[in-house]
């Protein structure tokens, strides 16, 4: 049963949409933690999985700060006709002001810690996804998949965060898992008090922790994951990956996770792994919603690095025309 203390922490439940009762096909539960801003990449992951699953049906839990009626209008076109269904779920402002406060970090860090008690009326296991995902396969194995011993499933990070981060936070199983991905039982995760053992993590350590949240997920559930092959999170950031090189999918990839900075949907985050995802972008309902441009110098520099590679000359001089004036600009002002 749901927290009744957590339970207090909603402001709001919706049920956006429901077309599962128009469906037989076996239902698979998905949650989001995100704020409006984030609404158009949850879009877009919530299409590439129903484009990759005929064969399930799927509930959306969205949880966070309120969206827009654009938003909301855009995840209708997306459910029409579909076995989907959409629930949002907005916290209460004040829910987490007497959790500790990390650094820079804002309070959403928190939302996903506390989805596994307000689901566990609804389901026993869901699919914690980041908006940052392209699913670019079927979910029907991991579905069917006994986790039943587990906390949750997970996908070991890049063998460089590995080795940079399981000697910092004393890790010696040797594994740190990414949180774009995770997979949570729920009955284990509330039987082991997850929640709380988090929090008190983060409150003794969370100064120390470079990725707070998924630092101390990592030290509380050391022994508690199943490890998950590479293809359900597929890790890659589209500024490390040259524009130029050929950075191919494998064929059993599930689900790729664009981390870092650059997104998919920023205009200046170019190459094999961006058109891959501007190809289900502009199948989506969100095909007129325009990329973002760049803004900073950093971003300029790099779009018109990206344009060069693409043979767009002309256009990678003007866009290194205004990195170059933008930068001296701010040295000026500073």
Same mark, same amino acid.
Not at 51 to 66: K, Q, R, T, Y
Not at 148 to 155: C, E, G, I
Not at 262 to 268: A, E, G, L
């Given at each position: 049963?749901?927290?009744?203390?957590?339970?207090?922490?909603?402001?709001? %439940?919706?049920?956006?949409? &429901?077309?599962?009762?128009?469906?037989?096909?076996?239902?698979?539960?998905?949650?989001?933690?995100? &704020?409006?801003?984030?609404?158009?990449?949850?879009?877009?992951?919530?299409? #590439?999985?129903?484009?990759?699953?005929?064969?399930?049906?799927?509930?959306?839990?969205?949880?966070?700060?309120?969206?827009?009626?654009? #938003? *909301? !209008?855009?995840?209708?076109?997306?459910? =029409?006709?579909?076995?989907?269904?959409?629930?949002?779920?907005?916290?209460?402002? #004040?829910?987490?002001?007497?959790?500790?406060?990390?650094?820079? $970090?804002?309070?959403?860090?928190?939302?996903?810690?506390?989805?596994?008690?307000?689901?566990?009326?609804?389901?026993? %296991?869901?699919? @914690?996804?980041?908006?940052?995902?392209?699913?670019?396969?079927? @979910?029907?194995?991991?579905?069917? %998949?006994?986790? !039943?011993?587990?906390?949750?499933?997970?996908?070991?990070?890049?063998?460089?965060?590995?080795?940079?981060?399981?000697?910092?936070?004393?890790?010696?199983?040797?594994?740190?898992?990414?949180?774009?991905?995770?997979?949570?039982?729920?009955? /284990? +995760?509330?039987?082991? %008090?997850?929640?709380?053992?988090?929090?008190?993590?983060?409150?003794?350590?969370?100064?120390?922790? *470079?990725?707070?949240?998924?630092? =101390?997920?990592?030290?509380?559930?050391?022994?508690?994951?199943?490890?998950?092959?590479?293809?359900?999170?597929?890790?890659?950031?589209?500024?490390?990956? *040259?524009?130029?090189?050929?950075?191919?999918?494998?064929?059993?990839?599930?689900?790729?996770?664009?981390?870092?900075?650059?997104?998919?949907?920023?205009?200046?985050? /170019?190459?094999?792994?961006?058109?891959? $995802?501007?190809?289900?972008?502009?199948?989506?309902?969100?095909?007129?919603?325009?990329?973002?441009?760049?803004? #900073? @110098?950093?971003?300029?520099?790099?779009?018109?690095?990206?344009? +060069?590679?693409?043979?767009?000359?002309?256009?990678?001089? !003007?866009? /290194?025309?205004? $990195? /170059?004036?933008?930068?001296?600009?701010?040295?000026?002002?500073?």
């Amino acid at each position: 049963m749901p927290n009744q203390e957590y339970l207090s922490y909603l402001e709001q %439940k919706e049920e956006l949409v &429901n077309n599962l009762g128009f469906s037989d096909l076996p239902v698979v539960h998905i949650a989001f933690g995100i &704020n409006n801003a984030y609404a158009r990449g949850m879009g877009i992951t919530v299409f #590439s999985v129903m484009e990759n699953n005929p064969d399930l049906a799927f509930h959306i839990h969205v949880f966070g700060s309120p969206l827009d009626e654009k #938003s *909301k !209008s855009l995840l209708l076109e997306l459910a =029409a006709n579909r076995p989907l269904a959409i629930t949002c779920n907005v916290f209460k402002e #004040s829910a987490f002001t007497d959790l500790p406060l990390i650094g820079r $970090y804002p309070q959403a860090i928190y939302y996903r810690l506390f989805i596994p008690y307000l689901l566990a009326d609804v389901t026993s %296991k869901f699919i @914690y996804l980041d908006a940052d995902t392209l699913c670019v396969g079927s @979910y029907k194995e991991l579905h069917e %998949k006994d986790i !039943s011993r587990y906390t949750l499933a997970a996908v070991n990070d890049t063998e460089r965060a590995r080795n940079k981060l399981c000697p910092h936070l004393g890790l010696t199983s040797g594994n740190y898992f990414n949180s774009g991905f995770l997979y949570i039982n729920i009955p /284990m +995760w509330i039987e082991k %008090k997850t929640t709380e053992r988090i929090i008190q993590t983060l409150a003794i350590h969370g100064t120390e922790l *470079k990725f707070p949240d998924q630092d =101390a997920l990592n030290i509380a559930l050391e022994h508690e994951v199943l490890l998950l092959p590479k293809k359900y999170n597929l890790v890659c950031d589209i500024i490390l990956n *040259k524009v130029g090189k050929k950075t191919p999918v494998p064929e059993d990839a599930i689900l790729i996770h664009y981390t870092g900075k650059c997104k998919p949907w920023h205009r200046w985050g /170019m190459g094999e792994l961006a058109s891959l $995802y501007d190809q289900y972008y502009a199948k989506s309902p969100w095909h007129d919603v325009p990329h973002d441009m760049p803004v #900073s @110098y950093k971003e300029m520099k790099r779009y018109a690095q990206a344009l +060069w590679h693409e043979h767009q000359y002309v256009k990678s001089l !003007s866009w /290194m025309f205004k $990195y /170059m004036n933008t930068k001296i600009f701010r040295k000026h002002s500073s």
